[in-house]
């Protein structure tokens, strides 16, 4: 029954290669969805700014440390997720 065992190697290299591109896929989503959540703290960042100076006022440090913050941690993240998956940085900037 040499045919079976061949089959069965086969099909388990292919099950293999398809958990490889999952995970892979996982990564680079995760990688995606960290860049996503610091745009939108910088996003948060800029309309905090905006709107303290449209009072006259300037941003408050609490404020500002607490988003500043949050987008490094983010952009940590994402850095690391890209270092895992070996994909280039879309900062945007």
Known sequence: MPIWN???QELDRAGQA???AIDDGRERLDA????QLADKAAQALGY???HARQKGTE???DTYSRLS???A???AE???ARKTTGTKTDSGF
Do not use: G, M, N, P
């Open 32 to 35: 995606f969805r960290a860049r």
């Open 48 to 50: 905090a700014v905006y």
């Open 69 to 71: 913050s949050t987008i």
């Open 78 to 80: 994402a850095e690391r």
């Open 59 to 61: 941003l408050d440090a």
């Open 6 to 8: 061949k089959l069965k």
């Open 73 to 75: 941690a983010h952009e």
């Open 18 to 20: 398809a958990q490889e």
